[in-house]
């Protein structure tokens, strides 16, 4: 028996164990709280062949699948439907309002890209008030964990550790409460982050476009 614990105020969850599907399969949004329409994603780009793979053997799941991405052209990625819907968005950059949220993924690295690739991304596609987790960096090799945003339409790009190959849990955490931050945690430990100008500036992040997760 699993027991998993809902936390108030989830806007979705994604479990991406489904195991099969490809073009234009949906993957179901689970325990995704109140939000109608739901937040379910559409298989893009992918074959449906090799994208669903099996975890090591000594990892135990109540079912043992996992999506497998490709950093190669063209990217395979899952698109979130509904994604210009308001709980997607967090603040607001016409009434000056910031807003709290973080954002969470199992990753396993089979391999560092050396460039940037989106994990989970908001509005990427848009040109101004995105958010998400990549892997990137200013310079060469572009292989840290990132927290993206911007400002209007220039990045603002919280950069923190090193990736590794292996299986991570990467959370990204804004707060704009007494003590305003920008942060990541790795594997539950506080990440070493700067950012241009101050690692501590919150950002607007009601971007109007896509949500995806994976997508090069």
């Not at 210009?84 to 910031?98: C, E, Q, R």
């Not at 993206?148 to 990736?163: F, Y």
């Amino acid at each position: 028996t699993v027991n998993r614990q809902i936390i108030p105020g989830l806007v979705a969850h994604w479990k991406l164990d489904d195991g099969t599907g490809t073009n234009p399969a949906v993957i179901a949004a689970v325990d995704s709280g109140p939000h109608v329409p739901p937040f379910d994603g559409m298989l893009t780009n992918m074959l449906g062949t090799t994208e669903w793979v099996a975890p090591v053997s000594n990892i135990k799941y109540p079912n043992s699948k996992a999506l497998q991405f490709f950093a190669t052209s063209p990217y395979d990625y899952v698109l979130i439907s509904n994604s210009d819907n308001a709980a997607l968005k967090f603040g607001n950059h016409i009434t000056l309002v910031k807003a709290s949220f973080s954002l969470s993924a199992w990753i396993n690295l089979t391999s560092l890209p050396n460039s940037w690739r989106g994990v989970i991304t908001k509005s990427a596609d848009s040109g101004s008030y995105w958010y998400g987790i990549w892997i990137g960096g200013n310079v060469s090799p572009r292989n840290h964990w990132v927290f993206g945003g911007a400002d209007g339409g220039s990045p603002r790009n919280t950069i923190c550790n090193m990736a590794t190959v292996g299986w991570h849990h990467v959370v990204a955490v804004q707060n704009v409460g007494a003590n305003p931050e920008r942060m990541m945690y790795i594997d539950g430990q506080p990440a070493n982050c700067t950012e241009p100008g101050s690692v501590t500036a919150a950002l607007y992040a009601d971007g109007t476009g896509e949500f995806r997760i994976g997508g090069g």
